[in-house]
């Protein structure tokens, strides 16, 4: 099937373009890894003797948010590299080709999930000597659903890069949706905290429930209701993403 | 090979609805070398990206390589070579992984592609450059790496944007050889659009000038310039009114005028009427200094058609917008 071939061969052009400048990716895994170290440590105290934080000890608390961190923002930023191809005069060329349009944002967005899950895989196990203890299953779990949710947010990115067509529009969105969506979503601190109006406010936000559900497989509750929850979220973000990308990969000229 | 009908496209902008080109009849044959020519804003690459299927015309019809344009895209694209205006390697890729990757886009295996690549790398000029990232390629490197993308399924028609523009004189030199040989060896059908005359004039059996949208005038180079203004004969000479004045009576010339210390006058062939002329200018006994003849250059054929001369056709128009919209 053409799809398929097309795809694997975007992949693993993207990989190697990844392979040959990993500093964004070292990037990508060296914040998350100075929350681990700088932030973590102030949560021990903190976790142990204040009520409202949810189940599990700091680190328990911390690193599965750490990692939808990881795949919400690193997926979220992904649409600068197809913009910079984009002017290069790359993107008309594969498009003047056979090539498949679904595998122009596919091929990319898989390179970016691989990337995500070797960042993720690596700060569980640098959190382990902090004090991590998870069951191997509830880590698989979590690993798997930040999977979906970074590839859910590089198609959006490269959708968004590819509708916009230039870094000047591109990064004011971006920006503007970081940081309300990082505050909503009990990354930092968990919105069990909250006051009852932050705490409403933030269930409109989407990704509260990865959140959530990714601490909870995290302490082995995974059939519980917040578990299967986040899950769906995840699950419903990526077909509507890859839906919108592929969608203007078809239709938008280059 | 292209056969196109009232070709037309509008875009829709902030400022308001752009008509980037009102209505285009194109016809090019297997085998022709033809040149789209005019100012930057004219319409030529919109014309270039309708035909190469990258945007929808909004009215009219075509067919490109025996596939319609509006019912066949993906036939045109399997068949088709382009070489965009901004290049199409990425910069940060490596030249053999580009070629054989796009090789493998037209369903080459992966040895064919790595043949393929290597043959063009050959061809072109590239040897060397195979293992280098795209981006430490000189200007003309990458031209030619472009070229060579374009050419990885053997494509019978190849549609080049502003090949030279950008290139230092001695790459735009080696480039127009590299398109000539292409065009002798293998019999390519070449259609590329330039704003450069030498570069219409030089390469192009026949060319289309376009201006607003609108195609102004069609032929080889050698009609255009016959049919517009004729030849510039300059003469020096003592007397400037005498010579004036016989100049007028030679047939067929035109627009005479004294200049300072010369005459100037146009005439269809300069090079027949000369010998005439200076048996006549000797039996009146005027002395010449100096003759020239001037061939005219499509500048003179872009103004005598339009109105304009090609640089000042060049002021700043409404760019083509980034989002253009529908597409297949």
């Known amino acids: 099937m053409s799809v398929l071939t097309d795809t694997w061969l975007i992949f ?25 170290a700088l932030f973590g440590p102030l949560l021990i105290p903190i976790v142990q003797s204040t009520p409202g934080f949810p189940p599990g000890d700091a680190w328990q608390v911390l690193v599965p948010a750490l990692l939808v961190q990881l795949g919400l923002f690193g997926g979220l930023f992904v649409g600068f590299a197809i913009l910079a191809e984009f002017r290069a005069g790359v993107i008309e060329r594969m498009r003047v080709t056979p090539v498949s349009r679904v595998a122009l944002l596919l091929g990319r967005a898989l390179k970016d999930t691989v990337v995500l899950l070797i960042q993720a895989v690596l700060l569980t196990v640098l959190a382990v000597p902090f004090g991590l203890r998870a069951p191997i299953g509830g880590v698989l779990v979590g690993l798997i659903l930040v999977a979906v949710l970074g590839f859910a947010m590089a198609c959006a990115s490269y959708a968004l890069a590819m509708q916009v067509k230039s870094e000047e529009a591109f990064l004011p969105i971006v920006q503007a949706v970081f940081l309300p969506v990082l505050l909503l979503s009990g990354i930092l601190l968990p919105l069990s905290l909250a006051p009852l109006w932050l705490f409403n406010l933030s269930r409109v936000n989407p990704f509260v429930y990865v959140v959530d559900a990714t601490r909870a497989v995290f302490l082995g509750d995974l059939a519980s209701t917040t578990a299967l929850v986040g899950i769906a979220v995840a699950l419903v973000l990526a077909v509507v993403t890859v839906f919108w990308g592929v969608r203007t990969f078809q239709r938008e000229s280059a | 090979m292209i056969h196109a009908r009232g070709l037309a496209r509008t875009f829709k902008t902030r400022r308001g609805t752009v008509e980037a080109v009102t209505g285009v009849d194109i016809d090019v044959s297997a085998g022709e070398l033809v040149g789209f020519l005019g100012p930057n804003g004219a319409g030529k690459s919109t014309t270039l990206r309708m035909l190469t299927t990258l945007i929808v015309p909004t009215a009219g019809t075509a067919t490109v390589a025996g596939h319609d344009l509006l019912t066949d895209a993906a036939g045109i694209r399997r068949q088709i070579g382009y070489v965009g205006q901004s290049g199409g390697a990425g910069p940060d890729c490596i030249v053999a992984d580009e070629l054989v990757l796009q090789g493998r886009f037209y369903g080459l295996t992966s040895a064919r592609a790595r043949t393929r690549a290597t043959e063009l790398i050959e061809q072109l000029d590239l040897v060397g450059t195979e293992n280098r990232v795209v981006n430490t390629l000189s200007g003309g490197q990458r ?80 009609e255009l310039k016959r049919r517009v203004s004729g030849d510039l ?17 030679l047939p067929g010339s035109s627009d005479v005028v ?31 200094t100096s003759v020239e003849v001037r061939r005219p250059s499509l500048d003179d054929v872009f103004l005598a058609v339009t109105g304009r001369t090609l640089r000042d056709a060049e002021t700043p128009t409404t760019p083509e917008p980034a989002t253009a919209g529908a597409s297949r």
């Not at chain 1, 693993?12 to 681990?36: A, E, K, T």
């Not at chain 2, 259609?191 to 005359?197: A, E, I, M, S, V």
């Open chain 1, 12 to 36: 693993q052009r993207s990989m190697r373009q990844s392979l040959r400048n990993p500093f964004w990716v070292i990037i990508g895994i060296v914040q998350p890894f100075l929350y681990l």
């Open chain 2, 143 to 222: 031209r030619r790496l472009d070229i060579a993308m374009g050419l990885m399924h053997l494509p019978t028609l190849m549609f080049l944007d502003e090949p030279s523009t950008g290139l230092d004189p001695q790459s735009r030199a080696n480039l127009w050889d590299h398109i000539r040989s292409l065009h002798a060896e293998h019999g390519t059908t070449l259609f590329l659009t330039t704003h450069y005359l030498d570069e219409a004039d030089a390469l192009c059996d026949r060319i289309l000038v376009i201006d607003t949208g609108r195609i102004v005038a069609e032929g080889t180079p050698d």
């Open chain 2, 233 to 249: 004969v300059l003469v020096g000479a003592g007397e400037p009114a005498r010579v004036a004045e016989l100049a007028a009576h």
């Open chain 2, 258 to 288: 004294v200049d300072g210390a010369g005459v100037r006058f146009r005439v269809p062939d300069g090079a027949k009427v000369l010998p005439a002329l200076m048996r006549e200018l000797d039996a009146a006994d005027i002395a010449m």
